[in-house]
C-alpha cells in the first residue's frame, strides 16, 4: 500500500464523531476511510460510474452526484467539516474563490475544511511546460490545472478563515511523485 493512502489518519482527530462532506470523492478510497470514524459521510464526485462504484463497495455513506463548482446543494451550516483532496484546483481563480465561499456556507462556525491541492513545484503533473492563462492556471492537455504557492493559499483564505495547519509535501499517490500543499482552515464565522 502506498503511504499516501493513509493520509487521513493525521486528521481522525478533526473528523471524529462530525457530520462531514467530501468533494471529489472519486472512487471512494478516502471516504470508506473517513467512514469508520465520522457521524455521517456525504461523498460526492461529478463521475457518476465512479460514484457507482464506491457505492456498490460501502452502504454506510451517502453517495451524490455534485459538481462543486455550481452551488452546492446543501442548505447552510450542514457540515462540521469538508473535505476536498486534490479536486479544488481545476478552476480560474475567480471560480475557486466561489467555491471556496460555497464551502464556507456549508460549514458550521468553527467548522474545518481540511484540502489539499497542486503545489506549484509540481512539475511531474503539469506544473511546468504547459501555456498558462492566469497566474498559476495553465492548459494541461485540455484541461484547466491550478497550481498553488503559499501566498495562494493565504490570499484565499484570508478572511472568515484561520489557517491552523499548511504542509508542503511530496505524496505517492500517483505513478510518479506529486508535490502538494496540505492545510486545514477553520471557519471563524
Given at each position: 500500500m502506498k503511504h499516501d493512502h493513509r493520509w487521513l489518519e493525521q486528521w481522525q482527530n478533526v473528523v471524529a464523531g462530525k457530520k462531514v462532506l467530501e468533494l471529489g470523492s472519486?472512487?471512494?478510497?478516502?471516504?470508506?476511510?473517513?467512514?469508520?470514524?465520522?457521524?455521517?459521510?456525504v461523498?460526492?464526485?461529478?463521475?457518476?460510474?465512479?460514484?457507482?462504484?464506491?457505492?456498490?463497495?460501502?452502504?454506510?455513506?451517502?453517495?451524490?452526484?455534485?459538481?462543486?463548482?455550481?452551488?452546492?446543494?446543501?442548505?447552510?451550516?450542514?457540515?462540521?467539516?469538508?473535505?476536498?483532496?486534490?479536486?479544488?484546483?481545476?478552476?480560474?481563480?475567480s471560480k475557486t474563490v466561489e467555491i471556496i465561499d460555497e464551502i464556507f456556507r456549508v460549514l458550521?462556525?468553527?467548522?474545518?475544511?481540511?484540502?489539499?491541492?497542486?503545489?506549484r513545484q509540481d512539475v511531474n503533473y503539469g506544473a511546468t511546460g504547459h501555456r498558462e492563462l492566469e497566474p498559476g492556471l495553465y492548459d494541461v492537455?485540455?484541461?484547466?490545472?491550478?497550481?498553488?504557492?503559499?501566498?495562494?493559499?493565504?490570499?484565499?483564505?484570508?478572511?472568515?478563515?484561520?489557517?491552523s495547519k499548511l504542509e508542503h509535501k511530496t505524496i505517492d499517490r500517483y505513478v510518479k511523485p506529486k508535490t502538494i500543499w496540505e492545510f486545514n482552515v477553520i471557519r471563524t464565522e
Open positions: 472519486g472512487d471512494g478510497r478516502d471516504s470508506r476511510i473517513l467512514a469508520d470514524n465520522v457521524a455521517s459521510l461523498a460526492c464526485d461529478l463521475n457518476v460510474d465512479s460514484l457507482a462504484a464506491a457505492k456498490s463497495v460501502d452502504g454506510r455513506i451517502q453517495y451524490m452526484a455534485v459538481d462543486h463548482a455550481m452551488p452546492l446543494p446543501f442548505v447552510n451550516r450542514e457540515f462540521e467539516v469538508v473535505i476536498a483532496s486534490l479536486t479544488l484546483h481545476y478552476f480560474k481563480w458550521n462556525p468553527g467548522g474545518a475544511l481540511i484540502c489539499r491541492v497542486n503545489s492537455d485540455g484541461r484547466f490545472k491550478r497550481f498553488f504557492n503559499q501566498a495562494d493559499i493565504h490570499q484565499l483564505f484570508a478572511n472568515k478563515w484561520l489557517l
